[in-house]
């Protein structure tokens, strides 16, 4: 018997692991240097960036799909062709709420010399 738990509880160990790297939102930066910083952020039906804030000010435009900003603001759906701007500092969350895969490219600009 117990041989059998112990394959069954592998068994979903295995599944829940790859379920949960299957639903991370993918993060690729596309553009690093002192001046700015441009992100491809891929996400999953359900998923998102997590609230979070960044230091400088933030644009952002949908390529693919469709998400939901919220921030303080409020929420704002935005579908592909779509943009936005955050101030610097500002709380937000990116979130595909629809059944389709989205892309949204983040810009920020470090400094403006």
């Keep these: 018997m ?3 738990l112990f394959f ?3 068994i979903a160990v295995g599944l829940w692991t790859s379920l949960v790297t299957a639903q ?7 553009l690093n240097t002192p001046a700015v910083y441009i992100e491809l952020l891929t ?3 359900g998923d ?6 960044i230091l400088p000010g933030e644009v952002g435009l949908v390529t693919e799909g469709e998400v939901v900003l919220s921030s303080p603001n409020g929420r704002e759906f935005l579908q592909a062709g779509k943009a936005f701007w955050l101030p610097g500092l500002t ?3 990116i979130r595909n709420e629809s059944n389709r895969p989205a892309r ?10």
């Design 2 to 4: 117990k041989p059998v």
């Design 8 to 10: 069954a509880a592998g």
């Design 24 to 30: 991370a939102p993918r993060s690729m930066a596309i």
């Design 43 to 45: 996400l999953v039906p």
């Design 48 to 53: 998102g960036s997590g609230q979070h804030s």
């Design 91 to 93: 709380p937000h969350d």
């Design 104 to 113: 949204v490219y983040v810009v920020a600009m470090k400094r403006c010399d």
